[in-house]
T-cell receptor, first 110, second 114 residues
């Protein structure tokens, strides 16, 4: 599975959009980009995933560049409850293990 | 629709003892994966069970073993506990036979080894 690179930390004001970047320059054509987040001491929470096209659900939007070498998770209106560690993971469709890096610690403040 | 459940929530053991952690997958899921998360680190994959067989294993010693039951629930067993086994143990379930690989996590079991 391709490796990912994320910034260590980011800050966001409550009510503003939070844009979390992820680089995955070695991604293969059949590998998906997954995003999870983990609020302190809880289990990771699935957010969204995509292959080529941009995706949106009730939690977030995922923008994948045309060359698929990077992506951005967008939380449109961040709240204090969105403060968490966000993990970007690249996963082969037939893969099983999720390989977690260090993720991005997002701090949302009022 | 019940999500992934784990028991117990917290556990304290002594070095050398054995521990069993339990996981019930999300309704409709057939696959269970286990992860270990040390303090300040991301989760690390231990192994995955599907059709009562170990399907994939991470870089963990044989002291870590598991089992999956016909109802898809699973157990993680750790023998000869070490201080370094203190961690949050996470269970995740997915529907492998359906072709989807999205894993959903439970709340975890926090193990402290003294």
């Amino acid at each position: 599975d391709a490796k990912t690179t994320q910034p260590t930390s980011m800050d966001c004001a409550e009510g503003r959009a939070a844009n979390l970047p992820c680089n995955h320059s070695t991604i293969s054509g059949n590998e998906y980009v997954y995003w999870y987040r983990q609020i302190h001491s809880q289990g990771p929470q699935y957010i969204i995933h995509g292959l080529k096209n941009n995706e949106t659900n009730e939690m977030a939007s995922l923008i994948i560049t045309e060359d698929r070498k990077s992506s951005t998770l967008i939380l449109p209106h961040a709240t204090l409850r969105d403060t968490a560690v966000y993990y970007c993971i690249v996963l082969n469709q037939a893969g099983t293990a999720l390989i977690f890096g260090k993720g991005t610690t997002l701090s949302v403040s009022s | 629709d019940a999500g992934v459940t784990q028991s117990p929530t917290h556990l304290i053991k002594t070095r050398g003892q054995q521990v069993t952690l339990r996981c019930s997958p999300k309704s409709g899921h057939d696959t269970v994966s286990w992860y270990q998360q040390a303090l300040g680190q991301g989760p690390q994959f231990i192994f995955q069970y599907y059709e009562e067989e170990e399907r994939q294993r991470g870089n963990f010693p044989d002291r870590f073993s598991g089992h999956q039951f016909p109802n898809y629930s699973s157990e993680l067993n750790v023998n000869a506990l070490l201080l370094g086994d203190s961690a949050l143990y996470l269970c995740a379930s997915s529907l492998l036979s359906g072709g989807g690989e999205t894993q959903y996590f439970g709340p975890g079991t926090r193990l402290l080894v003294l």
